[in-house]
């Protein structure tokens, strides 16, 4: 692979230039940062596939800059699917959407559909409108690992192998986006994310959920184990965790807004001390990188609320406590 003196910077024209030449960058959007290329050039897609280590059977998700550019993607869009374009886009919803023969058979693994969204970055927006065309970006980590949130996150792990990060600061969702697909125009959950849930029923009603990789064919990226740190994880009610140990010195704890009584010498870390859980999850990711350059040689990490954003969170928690 071609190796490069990576640079971090704010500079649009920079990135631009990298991507009309058929490199790939890593970009900001609202919800982690993506490593991004030309999404309808199938060789820029290979490297993408080859700098993040992934196998080819996992689809790209294309950023697009607004409803308009979708159309030139997609043959049909379910009106449940124009309703949530209309309301969260730009936002962190990616639609699953019948694709047009230009989206290169690579990027969607070979699927008839096209997962396609607009990310809320100002400087992403700018550089999508600025592009002659859109671009796939999967999230900028190695397969399986925690996604990045900040652009040094993504420097740490992919420095050497791309030319560049724009840096658009640390994002201000922390989860992947929220993945809607249709059956027979029936809208369903199939990755919880940055748009809760219940956001999406105040739209168009109750929609079901369906993350599970093992009965879901249908988005193959949604494997069992993955955002996972390379310690352990346990993930676990509050009460059964403080049970665990009586030495806990080599324990780091990811807590909601409140320490766990009985973990005594152990690394604790609030996501959120107020208690909101938008805030605990954009604080998520990097305290799980964090922890896992502390030192110590576990994490637990507690159960949140199940609602809102804490459904997204518990999602990753969970996947990342499967080896
Ligand atoms: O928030 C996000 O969505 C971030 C930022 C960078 O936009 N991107 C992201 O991409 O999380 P990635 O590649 O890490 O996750 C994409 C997920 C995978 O689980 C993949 O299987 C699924 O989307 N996916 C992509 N295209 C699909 C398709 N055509 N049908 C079903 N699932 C698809
Ligand atoms: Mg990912």
């Known amino acids: 692979m071609q190796q490069f003196n990576t640079i971090i910077g704010s500079d649009i024209q920079a990135a631009k230039t990298f991507l009309e030449n058929g490199e790939v960058v890593g970009i900001p959007t609202e919800t982690v940062y993506g490593l ?3 999404a309808l050039d199938a060789d820029v897609a290979l490297k993408i596939f ?7 059977f996992d689809p790209l998700i294309v950023h697009t800059h607004g409803i308009d550019e979708i159309e030139k993607y997609v043959s049909e869009i379910p009106a449940k ?25 690579i990027i969607t693994s070979g699927l008839d559909t096209v997962a396609i969204r607009v990310p809320n970055h100002p400087l992403t927006l700018k550089l999508l409108k600025e592009l002659p065309f859109p671009l796939a970006a999967p999230s900028a980590n190695p397969f399986g ?5 900040t652009a040094q996150h993504v ?6 192998k791309i030319p560049y990060v724009l840096d658009g600061g640390a994002t201000a969702v922390g989860v992947e986006s929220t993945i809607v697909g249709f059956d027979d125009d029936e809208p369903v959950v ?3 994310g940055g748009l809760a849930v219940e956001e999406i029923e105040k739209v168009i009603g109750k929609v079901k959920v369906n993350v ?3 009965s879901n064919p249908k988005t193959p990226g949604m494997l069992k184990s993955h955002y996972a740190p390379a310690i352990d994880l346990i993930f676990d009610e509050p009460a059964t965790l403080a049970k665990l140990r009586t030495e806990h010195k080599t324990a780091g704890v990811i807590c909601f807004d409140k320490a766990i009584d009985g973990l005594t010498g152990s690394k604790q870390v609030l996501l959120s001390p107020v208690g909101d859980l938008n805030e605990a999850a954009k604080n998520l990711f990097a305290a799980m990188r964090s ?6 040689d576990i994490i637990y990490a507690v159960r949140f609320p199940d609602t809102g954003l804490g459904r997204a969170i518990n999602d990753r928690l969970k996947r990342a406590s499967v080896k």
């Open 36 to 38: 991004a290329g030309n």
């Open 50 to 56: 080859s700098v993040k280590n992934r196998p080819h």
């Open 81 to 105: 699917a124009r309703l949530l374009m209309q309301r969260f886009m730009p936002g962190a919803l990616t639609l699953l959407l019948k694709k047009k023969s230009l989206v290169p058979d």
């Open 145 to 149: 690992y925690i996604s990045p949130t």
């Open 155 to 160: 420097f740490d792990q992919l420095q050497g």
């Open 190 to 192: 199939y990755r919880l």
């Open 212 to 214: 599970n990789a093992a």
């Open 291 to 296: 922890l896992d350059n502390s030192g110590v």
